[in-house]
């Protein structure tokens, strides 16, 4: 290690763990396990692919789109598995996507991420997106209904139309005001950023986070009806394996693999794309392995499912951070702040937790690719990105990512057999 990029590491360190803190708590309500549980698996996770991982600025943590679909499965196999709690089934199925995936390294199968074609997986983000605000609508207004993540985001948001009446007016005008916060200061970031280079450091989610704890605490929100985050345990969960049997790996099998495909896809994406801008050529089979032995032995501390995160992994590249050690350090600076700071998360909105996971999931709408696409006028492509959009909002996350691996199957197949032929001469 060089120690003249430890000054860099650390302000990528730190500007990361602003974000990830207020993720973490934010995405417990995605998980449906207790904020503990969701906050430690942006602590140790992180801290293990630090000294396993090969891409050095590869932000680790719960990502939006892989906390709704363990979300989904945690509901579905509670019902299933009344003896499992919530945090049983979650650690069950990391335990199973890390096993997964030091499997898949050891065949040599880091080429996985080459299969799914570009539009399909926007198609497949944005139809993940459009879900994960759909969800967090109920809790955002102040509802009385409770989201239904087994339903597909079409029936969600038409039970939330036919709700409506019951919506709470502080809590709408709470986050309406914090939506509008967070997109006003990303736009003052992106038009000075070039002028005032400081600004690219300020983190938006830790800014309202702090506001809006501070009024909650001295207003008391919740008397005019708000709900707030409350007291919740904070003990760190003691090592032991995580509970398992046949029956609920099997039935959490499909989830794996759908977790797998979706986390190691863009974990692939984002590490090739800032991988080749620093300099170094990331190994698909490696981060394979790293990826699947964090989620496996993170499994046995209580931990979710983690992959990577490209805003993440975009403020570390902006911040300068040279190597894995900016992600050791984020972890260590999480474990600090929630030891130090959990009396006062008692005091959080959950409609500004709502809001913060609405425009995390807005922010993975690719609008530049869709309209790149749609320029190009390629209409085999925009149909099939259409397609696997609709299906996914129209269905389930496991029928669209089935989908579009059929339909990138499909086309490989298509242009394997289908080999261009040019003939260069007749021989008489």
């Excluded at 993540?149 to 005001?177: D, H, L, P, R």
């Excluded at 929100?221 to 032991?240: D, K, Q, R």
């Excluded at 972890?331 to 702040?337: D, E, N, R, S």
Aim: aromatic share 10%.
């Amino acid at each position: 290690y060089s120690w003249s990029t430890l000054g860099s590491d650390l302000i990528g360190a730190a500007t990361v763990t602003m974000i990830l803190l207020p993720q973490c708590i934010a995405y417990a309500s995605l998980l449906h396990i207790p904020e503990v549980n969701s906050l430690i698996s942006g602590v140790f996770p992180v801290i293990i692919y630090a000294v396993f991982g090969g891409s050095r600025v590869l932000s680790v943590g719960p990502e939006a789109t892989i906390c709704i679909i363990v979300g989904a499965a945690v509901l579905q196999q509670k019902e299933a598995f009344p003896g499992f709690s919530a945090v049983e089934i979650a650690s069950a199925l990391c335990f199973l996507v890390g096993l997964l995936m030091i499997v898949l390294s050891l065949l040599q199968a880091g080429f996985i991420d080459h299969i799914l074609s570009g539009y399909l997986q926007t198609g497949f983000i944005t139809g993940a997106a459009l879900l994960i605000m759909t969800e967090q609508l109920p809790s955002a207004l102040g509802l009385t209904m409770r989201a239904n993540e087994s339903e597909s985001a079409i029936s969600q948001f038409i039970n939330v139309c036919k709700n409506i009446g019951t919506a709470k007016y502080a809590t709408v005008i709470v986050s309406a005001t914090n939506i509008l916060f967070l997109f006003a200061l990303r736009f003052v970031k992106k038009k000075y950023v070039t002028s005032q280079p400081w600004l690219k450091y300020v983190p938006e989610y830790l800014v309202l986070v702090i506001i809006m704890t501070t009024i909650s605490a001295v207003a008391n929100l919740s008397a005019y009806g708000i709900v707030v985050l409350g007291e919740f345990s904070s003990a760190i969960p003691t090592p032991a394996p995580p509970k398992l049997s046949y029956d609920l790996l099997s039935n959490l099998f499909q989830s794996a693999v759908t977790v797998f495909l979706v986390g190691y896809i863009e974990a692939m994406t984002v590490t090739r794309n800032f991988g080749l801008r620093s300099g170094y050529v990331p190994s698909g089979n490696r981060e394979l392995f790293a990826l699947g032995f964090t989620n496996l032995v993170s499994s046995f501390f209580g931990c979710v499912p983690v992959f990577a995160s490209l805003p993440r992994s975009r403020i570390l590249t902006n911040c300068g951070a040279k190597s894995t050690l900016s992600n050791a350090l984020a972890g260590v600076f999480i474990f600090i702040a929630f030891t130090a700071l959990k009396s006062v998360f008692q005091y959080i909105p959950k409609a500004m937790l709502s809001s913060i996971i609405i425009v995390s999931a807005f922010g993975l709408i690719e609008t530049h690719e869709i309209m790149f696409i749609f320029r190009t006028r390629a209409w085999t492509e925009v149909a099939m990105l259409l397609a696997t959009f609709i299906i996914t909002i129209a269905t389930s996350l496991s029928t669209g990512i089935l989908l579009c691996v059929g339909l990138s199957a499909i086309l490989i197949l298509r242009q394997t057999t289908n080999s261009s032929i040019s003939i260069m001469g007749r021989v008489p």
